[in-house]
């Protein structure tokens, strides 16, 4: 029994042994278990308030969310507000213009238009949002609403069709049947809308209709003018022939002094009556754009010296120089209208000279190369007179401009000389200008590029040399004297230059030894004729030669013999130079020359002279008395046909404005009947007026040649010897050939 007490102990103390180690064990778990509730809870309390973080910011964001929200909204009604008022404004804009205003889709449907777009469809059709361009047009042609101009409706419809498909669409005018006129505009869009616009430009046709009229009624007015001043022309030219004429005949005549002075006079009185005619001619065909130019090959250098020598007379009576300095290495031939270069010329150095009072006026000539067989040529005019003032020098280009002074008022003219000039220089391609000081002078110039012309006769071809070595030149001006030391040096002369005949004497005294001598004849204390005396004196037998402004034998008298040449000034180029080869060839004596007698059985020269003026036929024959013609006269166009006939004429003289047939259905008459008989007579036409136009008429007629009065005996002259038949005799006589 104790053993089994023992044993249920033992086993109770195993139990509760047992029992303690499982509660052990529980506690521990217990405890992990409690550990990981705790971190669990850790975790949960973390995450709640992480979550009530998140929370918070999402009431947050949720608020800031409202408020953008409400603020986008009040953007967007702001917006749309502004986009009403912008439509509404476009549409109001759209509304208020005259022009009409359309746009349709990429299918060419309407999508909106203005009233003046609307308006033109009113009481025909009912144009709304959604028509298509095919209908409106087709309604339109169908209706007749625009003036087709007999075309076809279909024909047109088809056209504007194709128009408005095309990528760049042209614009168009329409005119409608009620008379108004419709531009269409149209263009494509980049999203393929097509935008029109149709503006009403009755206004600008009417206003363009009435400039239209206008025009042609100053044209109108314009023509009249011209014709007016052509009439006139012929008015003033066929007496002023008379005047003229009879004058130039007069002074040929035995007169006294005072007769002289009477009938010089008178003629000059003319010809300047002339010139002013011819300026105001001329700027009314410059003002018409009627004046054309005629290019021909003519000498510069030789046409400068004419004008020259033309003007001389008048620089004489005050003692001016006239000088041309013309570029040794230019040429002397170019291609350019030489009536209207000479014009030109004429126009500046006659101001020049109108304008100096004592001095010199210098013309000097310089150019260069321009391109493959061309020339830019620079003219210039300098003169020692008045000069002008700057601020009047771009007046005296102006049109019945002359600049109003004190020192210039005695001087008369049109005023129309430099506005001619200016006006032909631009015609030609150039450019004028001017540099003055008042009371110092003044410098025109004029810029011009023309074609060269070989020479015919060019100065330097093969020939005797020039042999001299040394020359003295004497003259008083400077500006004389370098231009011909630069002209003799280019022919290889060494040139010694004095101012005064006592200044050569000493140059001689000194040792100089020249081979030749060329003197001015008018100049102070010794002129050069006392000069050559004085050279004679010193036993000085060179060549002497006279640089002269009045070559007359009066001016020189009997030292003539004692000098190798005259020389008038200003001195041609190609002159001095054939002067100096013809010093430098041996003095050979030539057989005496035999005139040979006149073949016989020549007969006279039959001239018919056409004139229905009896003043002006009785001028004709007192300048040909004597000249060997048989001369006949006809009183108007039906005659002179009649003459033709019977008188056989080896030459014609046509006025051109006669009663019952004028001159150019006379000369019509007579090429018609030539043409049958295989003949031709020349006829030369003579004519007062001077319009543009009038030339290309007269020689559509038929006539050869035209003369405008007043009429010069060289120019009669001129004809009858250039259109005498080898069977004739010489009609002009000898002392008349060199008339020119």
């Keep these: 029994m104790h053993s089994g007490i023992t044993d249920k102990l033992a086993y109770e103390r195993r139990a509760r042994l047992a029992a303690e180690r499982l509660l052990e064990q529980k506690k521990r778990e217990l405890f992990a278990a409690n550990q990981k ?29 409202k408020g953008e929200n409400s603020k986008v909204r009040v953007d967007l009604e702001r917006a749309n507000s502004a986009a009403l008022i912008a439509r ?9 213009i005259e022009d009409g205003f359309a746009v349709f889709d990429s299918d060419l449907r309407l999508v909106a238009a203005n009233g003046a777009y609307l308006k033109f469809f009113r009481g025909e059709i009912a144009v709304t949002a959604g028509v298509t361009y095919d209908a ?8 007749g609403m625009v003036d087709l101009a007999g075309q076809d409706p279909l024909d047109w419809h088809h056209e504007m069709v194709a128009r408005i498909r095309s990528a760049k669409v042209d614009p168009c005018v329409l005119k409608l049947s009620n008379g108004r006129h419709i531009r269409m505009i149209d263009r494509w869009g980049e999203d393929g809308d097509l935008v029109c616009l149709a503006q009403d430009i009755t206004g600008v046709i009417r206003r363009e209709a009435a400039l239209d009229e206008a025009r042609q009624k100053a044209e109108s007015a314009n023509r009249a003018k011209s014709a007016f001043l052509a009439n006139m022309s012929h008015e003033i030219r066929t007496p002023m022939n008379g005047v003229v004429g009879m004058a130039e005949l007069l002074c040929e005549t035995a007169l006294n002094e005072e007769q002289k002075l009477f009938a010089e006079t008178i003629k000059s009185s003319g010809e300047a009556l002339l010139t002013i005619i011819n300026d105001v001619l001329d700027y009314s065909k410059i003002e018409a754009e009627r004046l054309r130019l005629y290019p021909e090959v003519f000498d510069l250098e030789r046409c400068l010296h004419e004008i020259m020598v033309l003007l001389q007379p008048s620089a004489k009576d005050k003692g001016l120089k006239l000088l041309v300095d013309y570029d040794l290495f230019l040429p002397t031939r170019f291609i350019a209208d030489p009536g209207r270069m000479r014009q030109v010329m004429t126009n500046l150095i006659g101001n020049a000279v109108k304008f100096t009072a004592s001095g010199h006026v210098l013309a000097r000539v310089v150019g260069y190369e321009h391109g493959e067989k061309s020339y830019e040529l620079h003219v210039t005019v300098e003169d020692t007179g008045i000069g002008i003032a700057p601020e009047h020098i771009d007046h005296v280009f102006g049109e019945f401009n002359q600049v109003e002074s004190a020192s210039n008022r005695k001087f008369e003219g049109t005023g129309l000389g430099l506005a001619i000039t200016k006006q032909l220089i631009q015609l030609m391609g150039g450019s004028v200008w001017i540099d003055s000081d008042l009371g110092q002078g003044s410098c025109f110039g004029f810029r011009v590029v023309l074609p060269i012309a070989e020479p015919a006769d060019p100065i330097d071809k093969p020939g005797p040399p020039i042999t001299l070595k ?21 022919y290889g002369l060494e040139v010694t230059l004095c101012r005064s005949g006592a200044e050569a004497l000493r140059a001689l005294d000194d040792g100089g030894v020249f081979d030749l001598v060329l003197t001015d004849h008018q100049m102070p204390d010794m002129d050069g004729l006392q000069l050559v005396t004085k050279l004679k004196e010193h ?24 000098l190798a040449g005259l020389l008038e000034k200003p001195v041609l180029r190609s002159e001095l130079f054939r002067t100096l080869q013809d010093l430098s060839r041996p003095v050979t004596v030539s057989a005496p020359v035999i005139p040979q007698s006149e073949p016989a059985g020549l007969r006279q020269m039959r001239v018919l002279a056409a004139e229905d003026n009896r003043t002006n036929q009785l001028v004709f024959r007192k300048m040909v008395k004597d000249f060997d013609i048989d001369l006949a006269f006809a009183g108007n166009g039906r005659e002179a046909v009649d003459l033709w006939r019977s008188f ?13 047939m004028d001159g150019r259905e006379a000369t019509r008459a007579i090429r018609s009947a030539e043409r049958a008989a295989g003949s031709h007579v020349p006829i030369v036409a003579l004519t007062a007026h001077a319009m543009e136009g009038d030339s290309d008429s007269i020689f559509a007629a038929g006539i050869d040649h035209y003369l405008t009065k007043p009429l010069r005996k060289n120019a009669i002259a001129a004809q009858i010897r250039d259109h ?10 000898k002392d008349n050939d060199d008339i020119a």
């Design 37 to 65: 509730l705790a971190l669990h809870a850790r975790s949960l309390s973390d995450q709640i308030v992480e979550q009530r973080h998140g929370l918070q910011r999402a009431l947050t964001e949720a608020e800031s969310l």
């Design 88 to 96: 509404r404004r476009l549409w109001d804009a759209l509304e208020t």
């Design 136 to 143: 409106v047009l087709r309604i339109v042609a169908k209706h």
């Design 470 to 490: 040394a020359a003295l030149v004497i003259d008083d001006l400077m500006v004389n004297r370098v231009i011909l030391e630069r002209q003799l040096e280019t």
């Design 539 to 562: 036993g000085f037998n060179a060549p002497i030669l006279l640089l002269t402004s009045n070559p007359s034998e009066a001016a020189i008298g009997p030292m003539r013999d004692q």
């Design 648 to 660: 056989h004429p080896d030459l014609i003289f046509m006025d051109i404005s006669m009663p019952e």
């Design 724 to 733: 005498c038949p080898a069977t004739t005799r010489p009609a002009v006589p």
